[in-house]
């Protein structure tokens, strides 16, 4: 009986492999970490031999520790730190460059260039990205540039470009299958997101040969098979998505205007604007959510700079606790901040203030102000930016948002959650399931090979840990005039 499915969730500092059953349950999880290369200021690289090796470390210990053979796995789904860039030898399929991974900024300078050419209108609505270092398109170019015989092995095909994703599924497959998904392509500044197809005006801007580049397949469908000289059996490489669409899957936000907020050292929000290439008004992304079948399925992003992070700071800097949760029971000494605001703008401003010199400031302190109210107010004021940030890709999108799917460390939060359902005056839903990003890559492998019939099948199975209702009261909408008067007056 094939009833597992084999989750790879390659991530930014981690290789894990998580093992999950046909009710959606996780069986066992194996984890690897591996080495973060710092070699220059706003440099970082990593190792992708090392990542594939502590890849297939973690998926051997995950059926060992589950007791499950190759023939049980019905299917392997991975999903992946996105934008990170390999590029290797096609015959010997080793790497010719470490993997500059999506932090590295060393392609800053040539993102300006290119935006003072004038070309960042073009990028922005071939891809939905803005020209950012981020992404892959100048970090490809970079490789090939470092070194007179890397570009002409590139132009004579002799190597191959891929994210983790199209890395990872070469090494499984044995060298046999080149191929990413849309997701992951829709990260590259290469993918026209509307034409769904590698568009040659950027390759040309960005001087990289088409040749390099992987087929781009759907999130959901069978692209090759694992080579049992590795995994033991032919198992069907079956879902692809990049961690964040990975984990809208995962949440079920299946329909336009269904949002899921990931609270973490910052906040990531995606919000579902289904047929739709919706274009932001306030530099947010635009990205491919999905693509099932023939339908592609599209999604804005947003995300807030400093969520845990301030939580870190009143630990480490202000010690006002011991551990991150304690904030909780801090905050609960108090029913309410008392006119306290926190701009948590310690990394500046982003959507849609954008104001990258904005500080971080406490208003609203009295005599009276206690511990309390600045722990309730540092939990209101990440729920403030999500808001903020929910509420403009709203009315990009011009749909209205139902319900907010959580996720991440600080999702475990119950008085961050009340609060967040509070000001957004809707429900807000955790899932049992945390693991949403390696349940999404699941769901996509599954639903391609019929472990699962449909998405309703899905929704029947998945579990809600806890939902938080809104309670409307003149206090929330206090809290929310005071947040913009007072976000008014630090911006520069
Ligand atoms: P990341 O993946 O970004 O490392 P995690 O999802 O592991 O983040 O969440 C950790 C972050 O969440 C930290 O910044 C921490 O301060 C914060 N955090 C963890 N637990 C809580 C909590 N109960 N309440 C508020 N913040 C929390």
């Given at each position: 009986?094939?009833?597992?499915?084999?989750?790879?969730?390659?991530?930014?500092?981690?290789?894990?492999?998580?093992?999950?059953?046909?009710?959606?349950?996780?069986?066992?999880?194996?984890?690897?970490?591996?080495?973060?290369?710092?070699?220059?200021?706003?440099?970082?690289?990593?190792?992708?031999?090392?990542?594939?090796?502590?890849?297939?470390?973690?998926?051997?210990?995950?059926?060992?520790?589950?007791?499950?053979?190759?023939?049980?796995?019905?299917?392997?789904?991975?999903?992946?730190?996105?934008?990170?860039?390999?590029?290797?030898?096609?015959?010997?399929?080793?790497?010719?460059?470490?993997?500059?991974?999506?932090?590295?900024?060393?392609?800053?300078?040539?993102?300006?260039?290119?935006?003072?050419?004038?070309?960042?209108?073009?990028?922005?609505?071939?891809?939905?990205?803005?020209?950012?270092?981020?992404?892959?398109?100048?970090?490809?170019?970079?490789?090939?540039?470092?070194?007179?015989?890397?570009?002409?092995?590139?132009?004579?095909?002799?190597?191959?470009?891929?994210?983790?994703?199209?890395?990872?599924?070469?090494?499984?497959?044995?060298?046999?299958?080149?191929?990413?998904?849309?997701?992951?392509?829709?990260?590259?500044?290469?993918?026209?997101?509307?034409?769904?197809?590698?568009?040659?005006?950027?390759?040309?801007?960005?001087?990289?040969?088409?040749?390099?580049?992987?087929?781009?397949?759907?999130?959901?469908?069978?692209?090759?098979?694992?080579?049992?000289?590795?995994?033991?059996?032919?198992?069907?490489?079956?879902?692809?998505?990049?961690?964040?669409?990975?984990?809208?899957?995962?949440?079920?936000?299946?329909?336009?205007?269904?949002?899921?907020?990931?609270?973490?050292?910052?906040?990531?929000?995606?919000?579902?604007?289904?047929?739709?290439?919706?274009?932001?008004?306030?530099?947010?992304?635009?990205?491919?959510?999905?693509?099932?079948?023939?339908?592609?399925?599209?999604?804005?992003?947003?995300?807030?700079?400093t969520?845990?992070?301030l939580?870190?700071w009143l630990?480490?800097q202000l010690?006002m606790?011991?551990?991150?949760?304690?904030?909780?029971?801090?905050?609960?000494?108090?029913?309410?901040s008392d006119g306290v605001t926190f701009i948590p703008a310690l990394?500046?401003?982003?959507?849609?203030?954008?104001?990258?010199?904005a500080t971080g400031t406490l208003m609203g302190i009295t005599r009276g102000t206690s511990k309390g109210h600045i722990a309730r107010a540092a939990l209101e004021a990440?729920?403030l930016?999500?808001?903020?940030?929910?509420?403009?890709?709203?009315?990009?999108?011009?749909?209205?948002?139902?319900?907010?799917?959580?996720?991440?460390?600080?999702?475990?939060?119950?008085?961050?959650?009340?609060?967040?359902?509070?000001?957004?005056?809707?429900?807000?839903?955790?899932?049992?399931?945390?693991?949403?990003?390696?349940?999404?890559?699941?769901?996509?492998?599954?639903?391609?090979?019929?472990?699962?019939?449909?998405?309703?099948?899905?929704?029947?199975?998945?579990?809600?840990?806890?939902?938080?209702?809104?309670?409307?009261?003149?206090?929330?909408?206090?809290i929310?005039?005071h947040w913009?008067?007072r976000i008014?007056k630090i911006?520069?």
């Open positions: 009986m094939q009833q597992f499915i084999l989750s790879i969730d390659a991530g930014t500092t981690s290789s894990r492999a998580i093992i999950f059953d046909q009710l959606g349950r996780q069986v066992a999880m194996a984890q690897h970490e591996f080495t973060q290369y710092f070699p220059e200021k706003a440099w970082v690289e990593h190792d992708a031999m090392e990542i594939w090796e502590t890849q297939l470390k973690a998926i051997h210990q995950v059926m060992a520790q589950s007791n499950v053979k190759a023939e049980e796995i019905a299917a392997v789904g991975i999903t992946n730190q996105r934008e990170t860039t390999v590029i290797w030898d096609r015959v010997t399929g080793r790497p010719v460059h470490k993997a500059i991974v999506w932090q590295d900024r060393r392609t800053a300078d040539r993102c300006t260039e290119l935006t003072k050419n004038g070309h960042d209108q073009i990028f922005l609505g071939k891809t939905g990205l803005v020209l950012d270092a981020y992404f892959s398109g100048t970090k490809v170019q970079w490789i090939l540039d470092s070194d007179p015989e890397i570009r002409r092995r590139a132009q004579a095909g002799e190597l191959a470009f891929g994210t983790i994703d199209t890395w990872l599924i070469w090494q499984l497959t044995g060298g046999q299958t080149h191929a990413t998904d849309v997701t992951n392509a829709s990260r590259t500044l290469m993918y026209n997101i509307h034409e769904l197809s590698w568009d040659s005006e950027l390759l040309d801007l960005l001087n990289v040969p088409e040749s390099l580049l992987p087929k781009v397949c759907a999130s959901s469908e069978i692209v090759g098979h694992t080579s049992s000289a590795i995994l033991g059996a032919e198992i069907p490489i079956a879902g692809i998505a990049g961690d964040q669409q990975a984990a809208l899957f995962g949440q079920l936000c299946l329909t336009p205007g269904s949002v899921k907020n990931t609270y973490g050292t910052g906040c990531f929000c995606i919000m579902n604007t289904g047929q739709t290439a919706v274009v932001s008004k306030n530099r947010m992304l635009t990205t491919i959510a999905w693509k099932i079948g023939d339908e592609v399925t599209y999604a804005i992003e947003g995300s807030v700079f969520a845990g992070a939580i870190q630990r480490d010690q606790i011991g551990q991150a949760p304690e904030i909780e029971a801090l905050a609960q000494t108090e029913s309410d990394s500046g401003l982003g959507a849609p203030y954008w104001d990258p010199h990440i729920a930016r999500s808001r903020d940030i929910i509420m403009e890709m709203q009315k990009d999108a011009g749909v209205s948002f139902k319900s907010l799917k959580v996720d991440g460390g600080a999702s475990n939060n119950d008085l961050l959650m009340q609060i967040q359902a509070d000001l957004l005056n809707a429900e807000v839903i955790r899932p049992k399931e945390t693991e949403t990003t390696a349940l999404g890559a699941a769901f996509l492998a599954g639903l391609a090979v019929g472990v699962w019939s449909s998405t309703q099948a899905l929704e029947n199975m998945w579990q809600i840990d806890k939902t938080f209702s809104p309670v409307p009261s003149d206090q929330t909408q206090r929310i005039e913009h008067e008014r911006l520069s």
